[in-house]
C-alpha cells in the first residue's frame, strides 16, 4: 500500500512566523507559509548567504535592529574621532553599509 511514508510528491511548505510592528504602534503576529527552498549552496540560494544576513531576511527584527544601531554607533564614532571627511570616516561607513546590504 500507499502509507504515509510513501510518495513525496507535495512539495514541502516553510511557516515562518513575525513579529511586526503596525503603524499605531501595536505589535502583531505575521505566519507566512511558503514553498521551502533548498538548502543547498548554489549561487543566489540560501545555503550561499551568511548566516547574520540570513537570520535578518528571514524575518528576525531583534537582530537586524540591533546590527543597525551598532553599525551607526560605528560610522558615527569613527567620524567623532577623525572628522567628517575623513578617509577613515568614509571607509567605515561605507563597510557599515555594505554589512547591512551584503
Do not use: F, W
Amino acid at each position: 500500500g500507499g502509507g504515509a511514508g510513501s510518495g513525496g510528491a507535495a512539495p514541502a511548505t516553510q511557516t515562518i512566523v513575525k513579529n511586526v510592528v503596525l503603524k499605531d504602534g501595536t505589535y502583531a503576529t505575521q505566519t507566512i507559509t511558503q514553498a521551502a527552498a533548498p538548502e543547498g549552496g548554489e549561487d543566489g540560494g540560501p545555503g550561499s548567504m551568511p548566516p547574520l544576513r540570513r537570520m535578518v531576511c528571514s524575518g528576525d527584527v531583534m537582530l537586524g535592529t540591533v546590527a543597525a544601531v551598532t553599525l551607526t554607533k560605528l560610522a558615527l564614532h569613527a567620524i567623532g574621532l577623525a572628522g567628517d571627511g575623513s578617509d577613515l570616516a568614509r571607509t567605515v561607513g561605507v563597510a557599515a553599509v555594505l554589512a547591512a546590504c551584503g
